[in-house]
């Protein structure tokens, strides 16, 4: 495997289902990345994790919680979600704290549809 | 705040040049990103402005002017391949913000 790769590709799920997303970057870096990408609007970061830490939560909602147990998983638990939260959920990494610009490398994605 | 302000939709002809721009209004923000993203794909880097001027790399380069808040990114040469959506996105550290993407349609 190379890159930064995701499982699963699409999700199906009801609103009362408990599901977990994962992701998994081979780059060797220290910082991970949750988006959500909608139609029609922005990709919006929703979490941010540097050396295992969190250290942000852009005001998502309490349902998504993630987990990052070492620098190259990151997993988003999924809990009573919304049919609003059909989107397509992106993991990214990035290699931190060496000067310059850092480049995020992207996942392929999970399109979760939620009824 | 950091509006980040794209067309949604460009069309332009196999060969030809096109010129996307970008306009932003932001703080804090220290750096400006294009990204690419083929419909159904991850969005992968192209290029990253830090200082005013251009940045070129083969077909592609891109312009930032920090006073106006404003970049744009040149694709000459077209290719019916550069059909894709075409971020940008403002950087504060690592946290990047996105605008809406523009979607550019190359035609024969």
Redesign the interface.
Known sequence: ETG?TQTPRHLVMGMTNKKSLKCEQHLGHN?M?WYKQSA??????MF?Y?FKEQT?NNSVPSRFSPECPNSSHLFLHLHTLQPEDSALY?CAS?Q?GRGG?????????TRLTVL | GQNIDQPTEMTATEGAIVQINCTYQTSGFNGLFWYQQHAGEAPTFLSYNVLDGLEEKGRFSSFLSRSKGYSYLLLKELQMKDSASYLCAGGAGNMLTFGGGTRLMVKP
């Open positions: 930064v910082a990345y029609k609007k922005p990709l919006e970061l941010v540097n942000e992106l990035s931190e610009y850092n480049e995020q490398f992207f996942g392929p994605g």
